[in-house]
């Protein structure tokens, strides 16, 4: 299945999600595993309610109380899971990697719910599915990502889906959290927001997280919203109906204004309607390939 | 300020951006020279100043001095500095951010940038720090800093021992075409070193400082230059190995100055001589050879500038026994005198002895000075490079009075020194 399929089906899912009755049976009977080892209310009940809505026993494992904190390593967990014959788990890990490692283990379906600094699929699917609801396209947009690509598994995942869907994507960022050599693959980097925004279609802010911000990577909360903050002075760099992303939790103040967020311009709350019917669409879409036992 | 337009006449112009060296004028008109060359046309408007033959040029830029302002205004304030500065032909002194508290907050940058306008005779430009509070830990706000109106990012007399915050530093920097100056001393190679590690110190009973705690650092630095790009300028070298470091790096294109004191082109560990506090310096003094090798690095461009590095310390903290003492020399008003002994040893062209004086510490911090050319500043000197005088730190306007270069016999007097076509200092003999 193509990109753009799984968006149409995706698109579907919209539909289904703003029913009264919003449950579907395709996958009645089957076992979804959200197998959580970083906390993220967010992505994990995004999950949950899709895979609800599909019909599924949806079990989320508290890794916190789990076995892991017992000492248990990744691969012993999985095989553990796996003996429990769940039909689709969906892995959430922080380091890069680690859900490619654990599907290797396991005979059932895994779904990438973010691993570490790599990437985060089913974000990438949902900002592309939101950007295409709202611009009637992807091809021929300039899309700027701006903040902390270094560490963004969300900046990885769409600078790859973007491009591949015909965008033209810019990186925005202090030098500091740029990724060393990212030019070479082709993407063009800016370290001034005036520049790097200049007649973009779509801003996507990054979240910045608290321990970069005090010196280490950036000096100061201050310094980092004066320069690469998206207030409506930086906004108004870009296209006249450009429109702003973020894939949350925002801090409000640090990477983006308040005003910018819940302006006219934020597709915020958009992103995460769509969420929930891209892992629908994800959900459904591996669904047609689980065994028949 | 008098809007009177000044013309100097009859002088000895030297214009070391260009090396160009002539007989003739300057006229100066709203701050600016409005025209330079051998005729310059008498404005009907104009005061005349007779240079006699003397030598005018740009004013000197002392890319680094300390200031106790605010903190330790006992010491030297930036009126004091100001004053000491004129006297020397100084200009545009950049001062460090070794105040108390230290220059790592834009708000402090602003005080020292109105303070210094109201109390100030010559240009103070603030350096602001690299890291909070110096500690060498977390990275300064840089862009908000320079907004500010710091003029470069340094830890005044400390470095940055940690190479990922060094490293960040300079990558950061970059993105805000900051100028990044680092002195280069590891402190852990210092250990309780308080002069140049050798046969000297040993014969004295004093701890050494090997030039490695120099030249360690300063590979590193280079090394990290290469890695990220920045802008980034060794405050201070002091032996022949950081020559051959600096040279090679400059071979490969790296944005990488340097600058030396006038302490290490004038002097060497021998003048410490009995215990003297005033020749505490860091770095330290070195051996003959490495002072030679300075002057020869100055002469091929390898040295980028001549720093005062003035650092006024009062009586208490420098009579003490010598590894008690604290480091450091006021310079600011002897800096040409002891610059121009290379000129009367014609070791150095006085034409490159100002360029290292002015014009390259103007190109390197970015400022308009520097040269003597239509449209720039009018921040001027007029020099006799012959007079002779003995020093006499009662003299110096310098509120410290810890000159390495006391009862020395010097040559070469400032006459006049204008900033920003105003006249901030005359000597009566003129």
């Known amino acids: ?293 | 300020m008098s809007n009177q337009p000044i013309l100097f006449k009859n002088a000895r112009l030297i214009d070391p951006a260009s090396g160009r060296e002539e007989r003739g004028g300057v006229l100066v008109r709203d701050g600016v020279i409005a025209a330079v060359g051998p005729q310059v046309a008498q404005a009907a408007d104009a005061q005349v100043i007779d240079c006699g033959g003397q030598v005018l040029s740009p004013g000197l830029i002392d890319m680094r001095a300390f200031i106790g302002e605010p903190g330790g205004p006992y010491r030297e304030t930036l009126k004091s500095a100001g004053e000491a500065a004129a006297a020397g032909g100084v200009t545009t002194v950049v001062s460090m951010p070794d105040t108390s508290p230290a220059l790592d907050d834009p708000a402090v940058i602003d005080f020292i940038v109105r303070r210094a306008r109201d109390t100030s005779i010559v240009n103070i430009r603030p350096a602001a720090a690299l890291t909070k509070g110096l500690e060498g830990q977390e990275m300064a706000e840089i862009g908000r800093l320079k907004e500010a109106g710091a003029i470069a990012f340094t830890d005044g007399a400390r470095s940055v021992t940690n190479a990922q915050v060094m490293r960040r530093a300079l990558t950061y920097a970059r993105d805000f075409d900051a100028l990044i100056v680092h002195h280069v001393e590891d402190p852990d190679l210092v250990g309780q070193g308080v002069m140049n590690e050798g046969e000297f110190a040993s014969r004295l009973g004093l701890p050494g400082i090997p030039r490695e705690a120099e030249t360690v650092m300063l590979e590193r630095d280079i090394r990290l230059v290469r890695l990220t790009g920045g802008r980034y300028h060794a405050a201070m070298i002091s032996c022949a190995d950081s020559a051959e470091i600096v040279r090679a790096a400059k071979g490969l294109g790296l944005p990488v100055t340097c600058g030396v004191s006038i302490n290490h082109l004038s002097l060497n560990e021998n003048d410490i001589g009995d215990y003297r506090t005033f020749l505490k310096l860091s770095p330290p003094l070195r051996h003959e050879d490495d002072r030679q090798a300075m002057i020869e690095a100055l002469v091929d461009g390898t040295i980028d500038v001549i720093v005062s590095d003035h650092n006024p310390q009062d009586v208490e903290n420098k009579r003490l026994p010598f590894a008690e003492a604290a480091n450091g020399a006021v310079g600011l008003e002897t800096l040409l005198s002891a610059a121009l002994r290379l000129v009367h040893e014609e070791r150095v062209s006085l034409p490159r002895l100002l360029n290292a004086l002015s014009t390259r510490p103007a190109e390197i911090l970015g400022l308009p000075g520097g040269k003597l050319s239509v449209g720039a500043p009018a921040d001027l000197i007029v020099f006799d490079p012959d007079a002779p005088y003995v020093l006499d730190k009662r003299d110096l306007r310098s509120l410290s009075k810890n000159s390495p270069f006391d009862e020395a016999r010097l040559q070469g007097q400032v006459m006049l020194t204008m900033v920003a076509g105003r006249v901030v200092f005359q000597r009566d003999t003129m």
């Open chain 1, 1 to 293: 299945m193509d990109i753009q399929a799984l968006l149409d089906l995706a698109e579907s899912q919209v539909e289904v999600s703003r029913q009264i009755e919003k449950r579907k049976s395709t996958l009645r009977g089957r076992t979804q595993i959200n197998l959580f080892f970083e906390a993220s209310t967010r992505t994990q009940s995004s999950f949950e309610i899709a895979g609800k809505r599909l019909g599924a026993d949806v079990l989320n494992m508290q890794v916190g109380s789990s076995s892991v904190k017992k000492g248990e390593t990744l691969i012993d967990t999985a095989v553990t899971l796996n003996a429990m014959r769940p039909d689709i788990i969906v892995v959430r890990h922080h380091s890069a990697g680690a859900v490619h490692l654990l599907a290797q283990k396991v005979d059932c379906s895994v779904v990438n719910a973010g691993d570490g600094a790599h990437e985060h699929p089913t974000q990438a699917l949902l900002d592309a599915l939101t950007i295409r609801r709202n611009k009637g396209r992807i091809e021929g947009l300039t899309v700027a990502i701006c903040g902390d690509i270094l560490h963004s598994r969300v900046a990885r995942s769409n600078m790859i889906l973007l491009a591949a869907m015909g965008a033209r994507v810019r990186l925005v960022a202090p030098s500091t959290l740029l990724p060393p050599g990212i030019a070479r693959l082709g993407f063009e980097t800016f370290t001034s927001m005036k520049e790097g925004l200049k007649d973009a279609d779509i801003v996507m802010m990054l979240r910045l997280q608290r321990e970069r911000m005090n010196g280490s990577f950036v000096p100061s909360v201050k310094e980092y919203f004066r320069f690469y903050g998206l207030d409506q002075e930086k906004l108004a760099f870009a296209k006249p109906d450009a429109l702003v992303m973020h894939p949350g939790p925002m801090n409000r103040g640090v990477e983006i204004s308040s005003d910018v967020a819940d302006g006219a311009q934020s597709l915020i709350r958009e992103q995460v309607e769509m969420g929930v019917a891209v892992r629908m669409a994800v959900l459904e879409a591996l669904a047609s390939h689980l065994p028949n036992r």
